[in-house]
Every structure is written in C-alpha cells, then in structure tokens.
C-alpha cells in the first residue's frame, strides 16, 4: 500500500487532486480485488466498479466512451446479479442486466431533460502540468511543432452559410506582445476584457468596435456566422476568423481581438461568433487602440544584433514600411528557407541561427523571425497564434479543424490601415495556406509519422474516410445535444412545448414526465413478465423436444417424460443412451434437485445441456406415415 501511494505521489507531485485521487481510487479497488474472499468482498468489489467507471468521464464525455462505459455498465451489473443468484448461467445474468439498465433508460431521459440543470461534476480543473494538448500562452521554437504531431480535433465549426475559402480560414486565439529573446508571451495584464484597463476604456473601445463591426455593408466584405464546437482544453481562450465578436453570453472579446470565455474550457463547449473578412481595421484616428501600439517595438537589450543590423539596412534600402515587408517576405521565397516539423535546434541567439544559418523551421520560426525583424525596423508587430485550415466534413456543413493545424503569423501597424496580417510561412510554403499542413508535408513523410494508424493517413481511401467523418459527426450531434444541454437550452425547451420555465412549471412537467415513464415501465414490465418463467432445465428440454420432433417424436401434453423416453427407445434403439441420458438429466434438476448443492446443480446442468447439444437434428426426409407410426 505504501509502495503504491509513493508511485502515485512520484507520477503527479500530489496526491490530492482528480488525476491523483482516480488513481489512488483504482490502487485501492486493485487491493481489495485481490483481498476478497467473501460474498461480502464481491459485493464490495462489484460496486467499487461502478464508482471506477463513473471517472472516465472526468476525462472524455465523447460518444463513444458514453456508449463504452453503457456496455461497461450492463457487465457489472451481470457480475451483481450473478454474485446473488448464483444458480443462474452468464448468459441470464447479461440478459438480466441489460433488461434492468433498458427499462432504466426512459426515466434517465426524463431526468436529464427536466431537472434543472446544476454545474457538471465532471467541470474540474486539471493541473496545468498535465493540460490537454492545445495550443498555450507562450511560444518558443518548436512549440507549435509538437501540435504539428497531434491528431486530436481542436474544434469544429459549423457555418450558417457557405464555408470561407482555405485562404481566409486563420482561426485566431491568441495575441503574443513579450519577447525575452527566445519565447513569446502575452504581456502581463493581457488577459481578461480588458486586461487592465478600466471597465469604462473598455466598455467604450468595444462600442466603437461594434459600431464599425456593423457598419460593414460593403458586398467586397466577407460575413460569416458560425457554431464552434471545442473540444475540451482546460484554457479560456477561444477561436474566431478575423475579425470576429461573440454572439454567445460569458464570451468576451480581448482587445487583441480575440475572444476568451468567462472560465477554463474543462470540458466541449459549444458557442457561437460572427466575423467579417477582406477589409482592415479602422485607423486610430476612427477607433482608437486600447494601448499604445509603440509597445510592440520592444525588444530585449541584447542579442540577435546581426539581426537587428541586417533589418535596419533593409529598411533603410526600402524606404517605407510597406516596401520593407514586401523585401522581407521575398527575401524568405527567394532564399532557401524550408518548413519542416524537424528543425534544428537552436541556441541563444535563436534569430540569428534561424536567419542566417539553418533557414529550416515550422511556422513559430518564420512568425517569430519576421517580428523580431519589423520590431527592429522600427515597425510595431506582434505574434498571433491559433490555427489554419480546416477539413470539410462529408456528413455536415462545418469544418473539422485539428491541432496539426496549429499556426502562427505575424500583424504589423501600417498608418493609415492599422493592424494587417502578414504570414512569412505562405512565402515559403504556399501550400500550407492553400492545402493544409498535409499538402505542406506529406511529401517529405512529416505528417503524422507518429501515428501511422491514424485515419487521417488515409484520407484518399474514401470508405475509411466517410467512417471517420460519420464518427465524427456523431461526436459532434453528442456534445451538442447533450454535453452541451445547458441551462438556457432547457428554458427555451420548456418555454417552446408548454410556454413556460418557470419553477413552478417545470416542477410540474418533472413530477408528471416521471410518473408516467415510471407507469410505462411498470406496466410493460407487468407485460413480459405476464407468464411465468421457464427455469433453466424446462428451456434445455423444450429444445430436446424441438430436436428430437425432426425423427418424428412429439410429447404429449398427458404424456410424462420417462414414458415419453421409453417410447423412443422402443423405436430407435440406436437413441436410447442419448435419451436417456438426457431424461435423466432432466428428472433429477426437475424434481430432485433439492437434494444437490449449488456447485453440484451447476455442472448437472451443463452436463445437460451438453448433452442436448450433441443430439444431432434428423436431416434427411420422413415419410408422413412413417411418422404417425412413430407416433402411435
């Protein structure tokens, strides 16, 4: 037991906390597993089981573990009724269960529709050590890189219209300002509506952002609306196309435009948000910024200076801003840059080496290089993260977007057009934005080498990809219908079949739904069970009877079952052992089994049925007179 709460402490630091206590709970259920001896113990054990399959859902409330942990469920309750009725064979013992667990059904339907919805149990927050996989606060070389190995779905998104061309489908989450000479991350106070600024900037700036968010009537002006299905991430930022704002309640729009909910996303979320694509944001002067955009010029003091030289020369032969992007990004197309999910490692100075040296990286390199370089410039830039793509599902209207896809690009001030976005990585791979991250990589065997089982490797074998596709879809209507039943789907439920959510009415529609799914279950149950029940031994002679009418034998209803075995030995002797085995058999179960022990009744009744099984069916055909004279 000690050496088992050490192994627990040495895995996660702690031993308080959801991943640490489900695994001091199976140590402990292990343990009494093998200490039971008892009826008792096996109780004990059976139900234990049924509390250690309730924490898969602390970790995944998919479809498919739903319908799992149901199979999950009909087995130990089997194994209960098995460890209390122990003359009964494994196959009542399932049938038992899964009669039990169907008639439970209905009603656990109406509870889950009509109770008033409370926080999930499962909405617990992991440590952040050991977060899902997901994109973070903080980006380095080689951060994005790791997602870039994952198969996982980040989210999906379902439009309401026709679905953005791959060009404009960047999904943004997160805005990178800091810079410490290797990683970036957001500046302290980023986070939140509005960081630190004062609720009333803030609730100012927003109404000025909606006003021209609305204004936008321009037909050259993309409008999408969409539902995002995320998957869980235990983080509160969301993702939205450029240039987005909410349409959900608790999400709230950053002033780097991006979106953020009102608490960690520990389990599928399902919201809604508009964007609007093909045209800039306002300049200052029309909607001033939040903060001042001079703070995305800093750099540290030291390092990288044979960047910071080269860049300050390249501005000066450009002579304008923009002219200085369009030489940077050329000089990124035109030299020999690769993108690559293996790329060197790099040391202190991690600008200079990328730029000057190993010129191979994944997006994070070519986002983080390009910012470094227009801050020395002296143009105001930052980094963005989320993801690029997205794959059109078969069954659905929505994009399936995957961590593989995680992305990051650059935004630069220009005046007079304010925030733009650049991408470095289109200069070098194109593809990547035209294709996906699979175009981008396929060739040179990065994508997924990892997971050489995944589906995803086989997207041109279009029956393995509707399957995915069809599980996914189920996935999806799952966590929407019913992860995703929340209190305000039940109000608008309610309200829409009895015009009311109030207490008092859903008090009532509660009571009346439960009494009649109780009265149901009641009376259909009354309706199988209406005849009494053959036991075991009856079953196993009714088909000894079956088999044995194809020689042309039947019982008669005042006909015993000795008679019945002596008349077919008069007139098959060649059935005589067979037939009188099994009479046998079927006597003393019958009518003497008060005289055997459980163990003993048991193996008398597989002894049996063994017996009848081994008794082959007449196969060839029978006169109809030389039945009835079988018969007579």
């Known amino acids: 037991v000690l050496c088992g709460f050490g192994v627990v402490y040495m895995a996660y630091d702690t031993l308080i906390g959801p991943l640490a206590g489900v695994a001091l709970l199976i140590?402990?259920?292990t343990f009494?597993?093998?200490?039971?001896?008892?009826?008792?113990?096996?109780?004990?054990?059976?139900?234990?089981?049924?509390?250690?399959?309730?924490?898969?859902?602390?970790?995944?409330?998919?479809?498919?573990?739903?319908?799992y942990l149901l199979f999950g469920s009909i087995v130990i309750s089997a194994s209960l009724i098995s460890v209390n009725q122990p003359l009964?064979?494994?196959?009542?013992?399932?049938?038992?269960?899964?009669?039990?667990?169907?008639?439970?059904?209905?009603?656990?339907?109406?509870?889950?529709?009509?109770?008033?919805?409370?926080?999930?149990?499962?909405?617990?927050?992991?440590?952040?050590?050991q977060a899902r996989t997901g994109l973070s606060d903080e980006m380095s070389p080689g951060d994005i890189a790791r997602l870039g190995e994952s198969d996982s779905v980040a989210f999906r998104a379902i439009f309401e219209g026709e679905l953005p061309p791959p060009a404009q489908r960047y999904w943004r989450a997160l805005v990178l300002n800091e810079f410490d000479g290797r990683r970036w991350s957001r500046r302290k106070g980023e986070g939140g509506?509005?960081?630190?600024?004062?609720?009333?900037?803030?609730?100012?700036?927003?109404?000025?952002?909606?006003?021209?968010?609305?204004?936008?009537?321009?037909?050259?002006?993309?409008?999408?609306?969409?539902?995002v299905v995320m998957e869980a991430s235990d983080k509160p930022w969301l993702f939205t196309l450029d240039w987005g704002r909410p349409l959900s309640p608790d999400i709230y729009l950053e002033p780097g435009f991006n979106l953020t909910a009102a608490k960690p996303i520990a389990e599928p979320f399902v919201y809604r948000a508009e964007s609007i694509n093909g045209v800039g944001l306002p300049p200052p002067e029309q909607m001033p910024q939040l903060r001042q955009v001079r703070r995305n010029l800093h750099l540290p003091d030291s390092g990288n200076e044979r960047s910071r030289r080269w860049a300050l020369g390249l501005r000066a032969e450009a002579g304008s801003d923009a002219a200085?992007?369009?030489?940077?990004?050329?000089?990124?197309?035109?030299?020999?840059?690769?993108?690559t999910l293996k790329p060197p490692l790099l040391g202190k100075d991690s600008i200079d080496q990328f730029l000057f040296s190993t010129r191979r990286g994944f997006c994070a390199h070519f986002a983080s290089t390009f910012t470094y370089l227009a801050r020395s410039a002296g143009i105001p830039a930052r980094v963005v993260v989320g993801y690029l793509g997205g794959e059109e599902s078969e069954v659905g209207n929505y994009l399936l977007v995957y961590q593989f896809d995680a992305h990051a690009w650059s935004e630069v001030w220009l005046p007079g057009e304010g925030w733009v976005r650049v991408d470095p990585t289109a200069a070098v791979a194109p593809e990547r934005v035209d294709g996906g991250v699979e175009d981008a990589l396929f060739q040179r065997g990065e994508f997924l080498a990892a997971h050489s089982l995944s589906l995803l490797r086989f997207r041109n074998n279009p029956s393995l990809n509707s399957l995915r596709h069809g599980m996914d879809y189920l996935r999806?209507?799952?966590?929407?219908?019913?992860?995703?039943?929340?209190?305000?789907?039940?109000?608008?439920?309610?309200?829409?079949?009895?015009?009311?959510?109030d207490l008092k009415t859903t008090v009532t529609v509660l009571a009346l739904g439960l009494v009649g799914v109780m009265l149901l279950v009641f009376f259909v149950d009354i309706w199988l069970n209406r005849l009494p029940r053959a036991s075991p031994e009856c079953r196993i002679y009714l088909r000894?009877?079956?088999k044995i009418s194809s020689y042309g034998y039947r019982k008669e209803s005042n006909e015993g079952e000795t008679a019945f075995a002596n008349r077919i030995v008069m007139t098959s002797p060649e059935l005589a052992e067979t037939v009188?085995?099994?009479?046998?058999h079927y006597v003393t179960l019958q009518y003497g089994s008060l005289d055997l022990d459980v163990s003993s009744r048991r193996q008398l009744l597989k002894d049996f049925d063994r017996e009848v099984k081994n008794l082959p069916k007449r196969k060839y055909f029978m006169l109809p007179w030389r039945k009835l004279a079988r018969r007579s």
Not at 90 to 113: D, H, N, Q, T
Not at 580 to 584: A, D, G, K, N
Request: hydrophobic share 45%.
């Open 324 to 339: 200085f992007i369009e030489k940077l990004l050329a000089h990124f197309e035109e030299q020999p840059f690769f993108y």
């Open 544 to 546: 000894f009877c079956q």
């Open 580 to 584: 009188l085995c099994i009479t046998s």
């Open 27 to 29: 140590l402990a259920y």
């Open 193 to 227: 509506h509005g960081g630190e600024v004062s609720p009333e900037k803030y609730r100012a700036w927003l109404l000025n952002y909606q006003t021209w968010f609305h204004g936008q009537s321009n037909p050259l002006v993309s409008h999408y609306r969409y539902k």
């Open 476 to 501: 999806m209507l799952w966590i929407q219908k019913v992860v995703g039943y929340d209190r305000s789907i039940q109000a608008g439920l309610l309200q829409a079949i009895f015009g009311g959510s």
């Open 32 to 67: 009494k597993l093998l200490e039971a001896r008892t009826e008792r113990d096996a109780n004990m054990v059976v139900t234990l089981s049924y509390f250690v399959m309730a924490t898969a859902f602390l970790f995944d409330q998919g479809f498919s573990k739903a319908i």
């Open 88 to 129: 009964i064979t494994w196959k009542e013992g399932y049938r038992s269960a899964a009669f039990l667990i169907l008639k439970c059904l209905p009603v656990m339907v109406v509870l889950f529709v009509l109770v008033p919805r409370v926080p999930s149990l499962w909405n617990i927050q992991f440590d952040s050590q």
